[in-house]
Structures are given as C-alpha cells and as structure tokens.
C-alpha cells in the first residue's frame, strides 16, 4: 500500500520586516497573518484522510504545519530534503537588477539556467522527489502533508509537468500557504490540484526572503 495523494504546502507569511533574503538562515517565524494562513490551509482540507505531516527543517515551515498535525492528531516529522535552497544572497536585500551595481555580485548572476546564485534547480528537483518518493511509499492509503517552500515546490510542478526548471521567478504560481497536489499514475507523480486556501489574505501579505 502506498498514499493516495501527496499535499505540497507552502509555508505561511514570514515576519521579516528589515525585508531580508533569509534562505535558510534559522529565526524567521511566521507572521501573525503567517499563522492565520497557516490554520486556513489546514482547514481547507478538515475530514480529509490525512496519514502523514512532513515539514522542511526550517522554524516558518515548522510552524506552518503545526496546523496539520494538531488538526488530524499526528506528529511532524522532519524532512530535510525539502528544505529551501541555499542562496549566495542569503542575509542581504536582494532586488534585480539593482544587485547589478554590485560587481561582487557579478559572478553569481552570470547563468540563471542552473542558477550560479545558489542550489542548482536540477538538485533541488531530485532530492523534493526523492523526498516524496518516500514519503508516498510509507503509509497505507490516505493524504500525506509536505510542508515546504517556495522554490522546491514549484521545482516539482514543473518536472511532473515536463517542463524546464528554468523559470522566472517572478511568475512563479506559489502563494503563501497554497497546496500543490500530486497523484501517482503508473511510476511517475502528475498534479491533480491547486488550491490556494489562504487567498483571502494575500492582499495584506508581504512575501519576500524565499530563493
């Protein structure tokens, strides 16, 4: 037996008021509206069967999924390979082009294909469905919650969608506390939904410091 289906959460906001590209440098909570968001993409899933909360490592994803495991009675387990990227640019204010003015900046924008900033996307790629590989062959039957970020999430979209990891980050469709939804068809994962259940309260949201 394997799960049905496998949830891919966003964390929800951050409380990063300086406006800093926080990565993985450890302290960045959520938000008072980042914790309401966190409660409405749990709930927007209430009596669901729920078998298995995973949550990247860092603090705005462990929060993010308290939700989830006080709503459906069940521990967070700690996955660290949906963990978000590491980033050269990580505890700066990060803004292009303006980072074009740096020249030691210079050499970590020459290619945006891999990117040279950071974590290459086809690493990022491999180790989230590795990660979901195994999170989908442990349970029998029922919905498994992975809580993550931006950046990985979307990595998965793209892949089972057969598309380039290549993308502009601008235009990414990840919202803050949004849940990605994959099937297994045959050997391989495909998305069966998205829902953005915090929706409501993105207007007042500020989402900068992901990769």
Not at 119 to 138: F, G, H, T
């Given at each position: 037996?394997?799960?049905?289906?496998?949830?891919?959460?966003?964390?929800?906001?951050?409380?990063?008021?300086?406006g800093i590209l926080y990565g993985r440098i450890p302290g960045y909570h959520l938000s008072e509206l980042g914790h309401a968001m966190a409660e409405a993409a749990a709930a927007s899933l209430a009596g669901h069967p729920i078998a298995a909360v995973y949550a990247s490592p860092l603090q705005r994803?462990?929060?993010?999924?308290?939700?989830?495991?006080?709503?459906?009675?069940?521990?967070?387990?700690?996955?660290?390979?949906?963990?978000?990227?590491?980033?050269?640019?990580?505890?700066?204010?990060?803004?292009?082009?303006?980072?074009?003015?740096?020249?030691?900046?210079?050499?970590?924008?020459?290619?945006?294909?891999?990117?040279?900033?950071?974590?290459?996307?086809?690493?990022?790629?491999?180790?989230?469905?590795?990660?979901?590989?195994?999170?989908?062959?442990?349970?029998?039957?029922?919905?498994?919650?992975?809580?993550?970020?931006?950046?990985?999430?979307?990595?998965?979209?793209?892949?089972?969608?057969?598309?380039?990891?290549?993308?502009?980050?601008?235009?990414?469709?990840?919202?803050?506390?949004?849940?990605?939804?994959?099937?297994?068809?045959?050997?391989?994962?495909?998305?069966?939904?998205?829902?953005?259940?915090?929706?409501?309260?993105?207007?007042?949201?500020?989402?900068?410091?992901?990769?």
């Amino acid at each position: 037996m394997s799960a049905d289906l496998i949830r891919l959460v966003r964390h929800g906001e951050v409380h990063n008021p300086d406006g800093i590209l926080y990565g993985r440098i450890p302290g960045y909570h959520l938000s008072e509206l980042g914790h309401a968001m966190a409660e409405a993409a749990a709930a927007s899933l209430a009596g669901h069967p729920i078998a298995a909360v995973y949550a990247s490592p860092l603090q705005r994803a462990q929060e993010s999924a308290g939700p989830w495991a006080e709503r459906f009675g069940l521990p967070i387990s700690t996955e660290e390979r949906i963990i978000e990227p590491h980033n050269w640019f990580e505890g700066r204010k990060f803004e292009f082009p303006g980072a074009l003015k740096h020249p030691s900046a210079w050499p970590r924008l020459v290619n945006p294909l891999k990117p040279s900033w950071g974590e290459p996307y086809k690493n990022v790629e491999s180790r989230m469905l590795a990660a979901i590989e195994a999170a989908w062959a442990k349970p029998e039957g029922g919905e498994v919650v992975m809580v993550s970020h931006q950046m990985p999430i979307v990595m998965v979209a793209r892949s089972v969608k057969g598309m380039r990891l290549f993308h502009d980050p601008r235009n990414r469709r990840c919202t803050l506390s949004s849940i990605t939804t994959l099937a297994r068809q045959g050997d391989r994962f495909i998305e069966v939904d998205y829902q953005e259940p915090a929706g409501d309260l993105l207007a007042n949201s500020i989402d900068l410091g992901a990769v």
